[in-house]
C-alpha cells in the first residue's frame, strides 16, 4: 500500500488554489541562482564552523554556539540544501537549525533546555524530511 504525498490542489471561487506545503516548497528556482544560494551558504556555514572551533579552542567557548550543535546543524543544512538546491525548501531547516544552535547556548533550566532541544531537533528532522520530498516534487512533471 503506498501513500500519496500530495494532496490534489483545490480551486476556490475566485480562482486561489490551495496547494500543500510540500508543493509550495517545490517550486522551482533558477539553476545557477540555486547554486549560487547554497555555495553562499556552505561557505558561511563554513566559516562560521571555524570561527566556532576555534573560539572552543581557546576556551572561550562561551562566545559562540556550542561546537557540536553547530557541526551538526551545518552538516545537515549544507547536506540538505545541496540536494535541494533547485528549490528554496531549505530555508526552513536553515531557521529551525539557527534557532537550535543559539537556544542551546541560553541557560535555562536542564528540563527545560532537554524539551526545547527535543522539540527543534523534531522540527529540524521534519523540515530535512519536507526540503527533502519538495527537491524530489519539484523533479516530477506536472500534469
Known amino acids: 500500500m503506498t501513500v500519496n504525498a500530495a494532496s490534489p490542489?483545490?480551486?476556490?471561487d475566485d480562482g486561489v488554489q490551495n496547494q500543500s506545503f510540500v508543493a509550495f516548497l517545490a517550486r522551482r528556482i533558477p539553476s545557477a541562482l540555486g547554486g549560487l544560494l547554497v555555495t553562499l551558504l556552505a561557505v558561511l556555514v563554513f566559516l562560521f564552523w571555524v570561527y566556532t572551533l576555534v573560539v572552543t579552542w581557546i576556551g572561550h567557548g562561551?562566545?559562540?554556539t556550542p561546537l557540536f550543535q553547530t557541526s551538526v546543524a551545518a552538516a545537515?543544512?549544507?547536506?540538505?540544501?545541496?540536494?535541494?538546491?533547485?528549490?528554496?525548501g531549505w530555508l526552513g531547516l536553515l531557521v529551525i537549525a539557527a534557532a537550535w544552535?543559539?537556544?542551546?547556548?541560553l541557560p535555562l533550566i536542564p528540563i527545560v533546555q532537554v524539551?526545547?532541544?527535543?522539540?527543534?531537533?523534531?522540527?529540524?528532522?521534519?523540515?530535512?524530511?519536507?526540503?527533502?520530498?519538495?527537491a524530489e516534487q519539484a523533479e516530477r512533471p506536472r500534469f
Open 115 to 134: 524539551i526545547v532541544q527535543a522539540a527543534l531537533v523534531a522540527l529540524m528532522a521534519a523540515a530535512a524530511v519536507f526540503a527533502v520530498v519538495a
Open 101 to 105: 544552535c543559539i537556544l542551546s547556548g
Open 76 to 88: 545537515l543544512v549544507v547536506g540538505v540544501a545541496f540536494f535541494a538546491r533547485k528549490t528554496l
Open 62 to 64: 562561551d562566545l559562540s
Open 9 to 12: 490542489a483545490v480551486t476556490h
